[in-house]
């Protein structure tokens, strides 16, 4: 028996029926079915800024347009303003942020560039000489500066350099030089009136350290006398008539204080070093020490006491180091002078804010501090993440 034939208006409303319907699942599940598939999809890279900027412009463009007629008119401000904020104007972005200060009744602005570091020393205005005497009345007549440059040619550039026409040092010594002979500007190869040598470190762009001195030394020696830190490039010893010079950069700690167990053991070589000297000639020990001795030589004493410049044992290093015969010029003469420092971290506008810590020294025989006039902190001078420091001696 054949099936009875369906009118042309029952086809059409069967078809219908079918594509409104494309399974026979419940609601549910089709719902369910269709979050896991969004779900399962990989959000848009972030690393591809041109794709998201031109999301966001459409979606923009279609929140501001289409909005839904179902949404009463409050919410539909309010979605169309919060977009509106969400878009600054390109100049607006520019502008640099300004912070007002208040001068009295008037209120001016102050832009963010002038809480940076300072970088530009104003030379004319820092007195580089000394009115102090000895103990006994005597002016200097020698002049030592030492300065560690952070890598000699970036503190060439910024001006650095210009301290041996201001400052005229009898002796200048330069730490942390990280330049081998052959890279040195030309204007520091030869210098009139001076004798230059250098230690460099085998190790291009590490360590380094050198001297300039009006007067030709009797004798000049390179590294302390053991090769583990002799190729390095960390002291220099010129002998004069009636003092050793010691020019020196010490090891750090490093990071996570991985290399602190060198250092500990620097610390004995280079002890055993400068007391063998002391026993022919006074000495003069200058440089970066890369440790801050007491509390009153790092602006923020607690929160470092695990970090590479202040640890227990180093601290300990530096005292011991004193005891054996030697003295802190600028702490036996300014006992209780906070807020001196001579390295701050180029991190946080560490120097604007006088963030620091005191590394560099001039440690000398016990026996020669009588002929000290005075041990300076040149924090004025910029051009590094250390400032100079100067020892005036009449001697």
Request: hydrophobic share 30%; net charge positive.
């Amino acid at each position: 028996m054949m099936p009875p034939k369906r009118t042309k208006a029952a086809i059409e409303k069967t078809t219908k029926d079918v594509q409104e319907v494309p399974s026979e699942e419940p609601v549910k599940k089709q719902t369910r079915r269709r979050l896991q598939k969004e779900i399962s999809e990989p959000e848009e890279p972030a690393d591809e800024p041109v794709k998201r900027q031109r999301h966001t412009k459409s979606k923009k463009s279609q929140d501001t347009q289409e909005v839904s007629s179902k949404e009463p008119a409050k919410k539909q401000s309010r979605r169309i303003n919060k977009v509106q904020k969400s878009e600054p104007e390109k100049e607006e972005a520019k502008k640099p942020e300004v912070k007002p200060t208040v001068k009295g009744k008037k209120t001016t602005a102050k832009p963010e560039a002038a809480l940076l570091n300072t970088t530009e020393s104003k030379w004319d205005e820092i007195d580089f000489g000394c009115n102090k005497t000895t103990s006994s009345g005597e002016t200097y007549n020698l002049k030592i500066t030492s300065w560690n440059v952070d890598g000699l040619r970036a503190w060439f550039k910024k001006g650095g350099w210009n301290i041996m026409e201001y400052d005229k040092p009898d002796i200048f010594c330069l730490q942390e030089t990280k330049c081998s002979d052959d890279k040195l500007p030309e204007e520091m190869v030869e210098v009139d009136g001076y004798h230059a040598y250098w230690c460099s470190s085998k190790k291009e762009g590490y360590a380094g350290v050198a001297v300039y001195s009006k007067v030709k030394p009797v004798n000049v020696k390179y590294g302390v006398g053991d090769e583990k830190y002799d190729d390095e490039g960390r002291c220099l010893t010129l002998e004069f008539e009636k003092f050793h010079l010691v020019n020196v950069y010490v090891p750090n700690a490093g990071r996570g204080l991985v290399t602190l167990p060198k250092r500990l053991e620097w610390n004995e070589v280079f002890k055993a070093y400068i007391s063998t000297l002391d026993k022919t000639k006074p000495v003069i020990v200058c440089g970066d020490m890369n440790v801050a001795h007491e509390e009153i030589d790092i602006a923020n004493p607690k929160s470092n006491k695990k970090n590479a410049g202040f640890t227990k044992a180093k601290r300990e290093g530096m005292t011991d180091l004193l005891s054996s015969g030697f003295i802190d010029t600028f702490r036996e003469i300014y006992p209780e002078e906070k807020d001196v420092y001579t390295f701050w971290s180029y991190m946080s506008k560490a120097r604007s804010k006088n963030i620091g810590w005191r590394l560099d020294y001039f440690i000398i025989s016990n026996r020669l501090m009588k002929k000290v006039c005075d041990s300076v902190v040149r924090n004025l001078v910029y051009g590094s993440d250390h400032c100079p420091i100067t020892l005036f001696v009449h001697i």
